[in-house]
């Protein structure tokens, strides 16, 4: 079996129960429907209910499953990872969600646009159903801000994980170990020609997100502190205009004393510009911060991940370096 698979599907699952038996129905069928040999890889990322003990179920019942159970949650984008480590696809592998919020039957189109001189067919949702008008309006804000920061790497609007990548483009991409690992963005810093194909993103078939707007605003942050120092350019120029309009008001200040004489007032002029300075030196210490903070993580060079135990997968030496 090992060397005849040509795609391989990863699936990071997380507390994801109540969908997984739905969503690998369909994607069997879907898959038998293409005509290539495959797998499923299928990631417990320390799931808390019975995900793990439905996946060996799957697991028993169909050979094409693997299972790599994690030794605790790591959150999406390594449990992705881990799943991409463990591809064992000569051809290609499919990334998407065990929610059913990606349809598997768009898996289809994916390979009938996939060609020989494409590395990655990316799915772009057409709409954002049963998601909040906050959520829409902040992941189209975001978008718009990396185009503007992501330096020469353009992530493409309203794209999720789910695509499809060439084994050529994934060697490229596993050889990228840093920590804070922004999915998105490393997908499309590999580069190599990417097609589009639009889909229609579903409501979450059950469970439900383990995204809340505090994770997300991390994301968003991770996103861009991957992949810019734009902020700590901005924080220089900040610096340079405030000392400009600081050195103006100084010699205005001077001359007025100069030429009319002291007169001792501008406590509140004072405290305020005191305070505004204040506040500026913390904001920008908290940026240069978040920056260091991820070069200390980086430094630390630890492994991504742990796996707990394997299921229809001999595990190779090689991964999770
Ligand atoms: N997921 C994971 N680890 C986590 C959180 C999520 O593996 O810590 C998986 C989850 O099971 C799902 C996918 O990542 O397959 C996307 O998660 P979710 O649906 O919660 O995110 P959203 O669709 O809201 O962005
Ligand atoms: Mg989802």
Redesign the pocket.
């Known amino acids: 079996m090992l060397a005849s698979i040509e795609i391989s599907v990863v699936?990071?699952?997380?507390?994801?129960s109540c969908v997984l038996k739905e969503f690998h129905t369909r994607l069997g069928i879907v898959m038998e429907s293409i005509g290539h040999t495959w797998e499923v890889v299928y990631?417990n990322?320390g799931s808390s209910d019975q995900t793990l003990a439905i996946l060996y179920d799957l697991q028993k019942q169909d050979k094409k499953v693997a299972v790599i159970n994690l030794s605790r949650?790591?959150?999406?984008e390594i449990?992705?990872t881990a799943g991409l480590d463990h591809a064992r696809g000569t051809n290609g592998v499919i990334v998407i969600?065990?929610?059913l919020?990606d349809p598997p039957e768009v898996i289809q189109s994916m390979v009938s646009v996939w060609s020989h001189d494409i590395d990655m067919v990316y799915a772009r949702r057409r709409m954002r159903d049963g998601e909040s008008i906050l959520k829409k309006i902040t992941s189209w804000m975001f978008y718009r801000v990396m185009a503007k920061l992501g330096n020469r790497i353009v992530i493409p609007p309203d794209t999720?994980d789910f695509r499809l990548m060439s084994r050529r483009l994934l060697n490229d991409l596993l050889q990228m170990r840093e920590r804070h690992r922004f999915m998105k963005g490393l997908f499309c810093w590999v580069g190599y020609p990417s097609k589009e194909l639009l889909y229609e993103r579903a409501p979450?078939s059950g469970g439900k997100?383990?995204?809340n707007y505090w994770s997300l605003w991390n994301l968003a942050l991770e996103g861009i502190t991957s992949f810019s120092v734009f902020p700590l350019q901005l924080v220089t120029y900040f610096g340079f205009a405030v000392s400009f309009v600081s050195a103006c008001y100084g010699i205005w200040i001077i001359m007025n004393t100069i030429i009319i004489g002291s007169h001792v007032k501008g406590y509140a002029s004072l405290m305020s510009v005191i305070l505004f300075l204040g506040g500026v030196q913390l904001i920008s210490l908290g940026v240069i911060g978040e920056y260091i903070g991820r070069i200390f993580n980086e430094t630390k060079n630890r492994p991504l991940y742990f796996v707990e135990s394997y299921r229809n997968y001999a595990p190779k030496p090689e991964n999770n370096k």
């Open positions: 699936v990071p699952c997380y507390n994801e990631v990322d949650n790591f959150g999406k449990a992705l969600d065990a929610d919020q999720g979450r997100t383990s995204f």
